[in-house]
């Protein structure tokens, strides 16, 4: 199980909570597959979701897919999604 898994497994059994997954999202580095990384959250994941190639381990990727699974709700996804795009800006 890749870290991204793990930390929204913990999510979704309480074990953690939003803020803290949050804040380990901000505090990592994420995984690109090599293109520009864009500043548009909602360009980059539509382009993710006509990305043809399997899952990237550790990216962000991985968290759209639990929200394509419903396993995230919108307010979650948009909280993770903020705090990864946060990263390594010192926010």
């Given at each position: 199980m890749?870290?991204?898994a793990d930390l929204?497994?913990?999510?979704?059994a309480g074990s953690m909570s939003l803020e803290e997954v949050a804040t380990r999202f901000r505090d990592?580095?994420?995984?690109?597959?090599?293109?520009?990384?864009s500043r548009d959250a909602h360009e980059a994941f539509a382009?993710?979701?006509?990305?043809p190639e399997p899952l990237?381990?550790?990216?962000?990727?991985?968290v759209h897919a639990a929200?394509?699974?419903?396993?995230l709700?919108?307010?979650?996804y948009a909280v993770l999604a903020?705090?990864?795009?946060?990263?390594?800006?010192?926010?």
């Open positions: 890749s870290e991204i929204l497994a913990r999510l979704r990592r580095q994420w995984p690109a597959r090599g293109a520009a990384p382009a993710e979701e006509r990305d990237l381990e550790g990216s962000f990727e991985e929200y394509m699974r419903h396993e709700t919108k307010d979650q903020k705090a990864a795009a946060e990263a390594g800006q010192g926010a």
